[in-house]
């Protein structure tokens, strides 16, 4: 017997998130599945455009492999997408993350990963890395990671950077009332030789259950990069407002 569920998010933005663009920390929380089980794949492909005035061309294409089991959570998530506008390449990204996660018991677990992204019109021509770390749960909603990854990170118009970072992280979802969830994630990733050489990333959301089936959720998320790309910004913020309906 089949269980569909279609989840569909409605995009109302002010100056809307998107932390692929910017961010060398991508945030892997929100990626996590732990309450499937078995075997699941999803894939999506995304295409538009517009001619005349101004002639833009968008495409994308999505992939995410899970394979769970009640010790086990494992899961691949592949994606690319480009933009042109008149003929000019607006944006231009690759991104590719495989984990495992070995749950010991209810508070700990480790978990090693693999992550490979390319973003050439923010001056990063690939990024990898690897790593892993303990996960603890010492809440239902809350989740602390501690860890390590090597990155080898070849910089456009720049030397090629090889370092070892710590991999820290806080996520956490906190009740406030029966139609209020205030949730949060922060990961801090210094250079184990330097830790002034220091990346960040914060989010922050707040969701609204309007009705059994309906909710909005406004978010924030900032990032932080001590020493960016050349010609970008160290810090870069982002803000906006969804709305899902599920069925």
């Not at 707040?206 to 959720?217: G, H, V, W």
């Amino acid at each position: 017997m089949l269980n569909i569920k279609n989840i569909i998010f409605l995009c109302f933005s002010f100056l809307f998130l998107n932390e692929v663009l910017f961010a060398q920390i991508v945030n892997m929380e929100s990626a996590r599945k732990e309450n499937l089980s078995g075997f699941h794949f999803q894939a999506n492909l995304g295409l538009n455009g517009s001619s005349g005035t101004v002639d833009r061309t968008n495409y994308s294409v999505e992939t995410r492999v899970d394979y769970n089991s009640k010790k086990w959570q494992r899961f691949t998530v592949f994606s690319y997408k480009r933009e042109e506008k008149d003929d000019t390449i607006t944006s231009d990204n690759t991104f590719f993350h495989l984990r495992a996660v070995r749950r010991v018991n209810n508070l700990i677990s480790w978990e090693i990963f693999s992550q490979l992204s390319e973003k050439p019109l923010q001056k990063i021509k690939r990024r990898e890395l690897f790593g892993g770390g303990i996960r603890l749960s010492p809440y239902k909603s809350l989740r602390i990671g501690l860890g390590l990854f090597d990155e080898n990170e070849e910089r456009i118009l720049s030397d090629t950077r090889k370092t070892s970072r710590l991999n820290t992280y806080i996520t956490n979802d906190f009740k406030i009332s029966d139609t209020a969830t205030f949730e949060s994630t922060l990961y801090i990733q210094p250079d184990i030789d330097d830790f002034s050489e220091l990346r960040s990333f914060f989010v922050a959301g707040l969701r609204l259950k309007i009705t059994e089936k309906f909710s909005s959720i406004i978010s924030y998320e900032n990032t932080y990069d001590s020493s960016p790309p050349p010609d970008t910004d160290n810090s870069n913020s982002f803000y906006g407002i969804r709305f899902s309906f599920e069925y």
